[in-house]
Structure formats: structure tokens, C-alpha cells
């Protein structure tokens, strides 16, 4: 009975939804750094530090 009615609540748009937003605190919480660790730079799920990388030559960026 339960189970039917939080289903009919839930449409398909909102379920996906609930699942991206489980994955990416999931992804979060596991990848979470103690405190004790150095600071880095912030990057972002999926595109990791894509936007630190130097714009004018980033092929030397990319080479160190």
C-alpha cells in the first residue's frame, strides 16, 4: 500500500532526479578529504580542475 502511493507521487522526471542528486552527495561524501590533508584546488564532478587550466598556453600547464 505504501509502496503505491509514494509511486504515484513520484513520476518518472522526479525519480531521476532523486537518483542524480543521491549519486552526487553518494560521490561526495565518499571522496570527502580529513582535515588533516593539504589544501588543493576546488574541482567540480565530471570536469575535475578543467577551469584552472591556463587559457593562453595550456599545453605547458598541461605538460606539468
Avoid at 26 to 31: L, Q, S
Amino acid at each position: 500500500m505504501a509502496l503505491t502511493a509514494i509511486l504515484e507521487i513520484l513520476d518518472f522526471k522526479g525519480l531521476l532526479l532523486f537518483i542524480v542528486a543521491f549519486l552526487l552527495v553518494a560521490d561526495y561524501v565518499k571522496n570527502r578529504k580529513p582535515a588533516n590533508y593539504p589544501p588543493s584546488p576546488v574541482s567540480l564532478p565530471f570536469l575535475g580542475n578543467v577551469f584552472n587550466i591556463d587559457s593562453k598556453e595550456p599545453h605547458i600547464y598541461l605538460t606539468k
